[in-house]
């Protein structure tokens, strides 16, 4: 410090937060099986915070222990969905983290960012393989996956150049620099969807969304495996793959 009002003059300093550290959302799918929950909510393993519609099905939540969150669809015409609603994010870079599992033969299961009704970002599942999703039909294929196989999953999002910089698969990278499915200028949705016309399960064990930190690595997108963006040494590896 130079100077300030005590000193006669206007202060010569600025602190600006330019950085926006924040957290979207952060859901680990903890105390989502609580008898009673049924009688206010749609389902006694409804997520708090979360719309869910279990017209195809039911959900399936654990009470604090290290199991999935799952989406069990039944039904052929109708869907198990949740969605989470949060701050609008219309600038810079988000990451979305999440790790997942699709049921075998689960071809139609999506997860998806939404810019109010409009999907912005879909992610869905054909032939043991994830796609990226667009309405021209020229859809990206990302990787493959091992049904019933818990696997984790990381975008890089830049919303200024509608653009999804990175994606990584256990902590791979296997997409970059990739256009949105369709235009927006902010998104403001998570969907998770089992699809209409299929049946089986799709599964959780986490879903985090931030935006601002220069580092926030916690190994669990990455599944056991060390990120790309992290340089190996001396045989280094993860020792834990949940989240807190």
Known sequence: RLGGYDAGYTPNYVCEDTQETKYFFKENF???SCAGRDTYA???AAVDGWDCDISGGELKGTYYVVKPYQLIDTSESAPVKISRSFEKADHGIVTLEAQMAVGADMDGASISLYSSSNETIRLETKNGKMYL????GTDTELFSYTADTMFGIKLLINI???KIESIYKDG???GSNLDFSSDAEYIDKF???TGTQTTGTLSFNMVHMYRGYYLNEKFTSSM???PNEFTQTNGASVVTKYSD
Request: glycine share 10%; charged share 25%.
């Open 191 to 193: 969907v998770a969807d």
């Open 133 to 136: 999703m667009h309405p021209n």
């Open 224 to 226: 056991g495996n060390v």
């Open 30 to 32: 903890t105390y989502t």
């Open 172 to 174: 791979r990278k296997v």
């Open 42 to 44: 749609v389902s006694k």
């Open 160 to 162: 200024d150049s509608g």
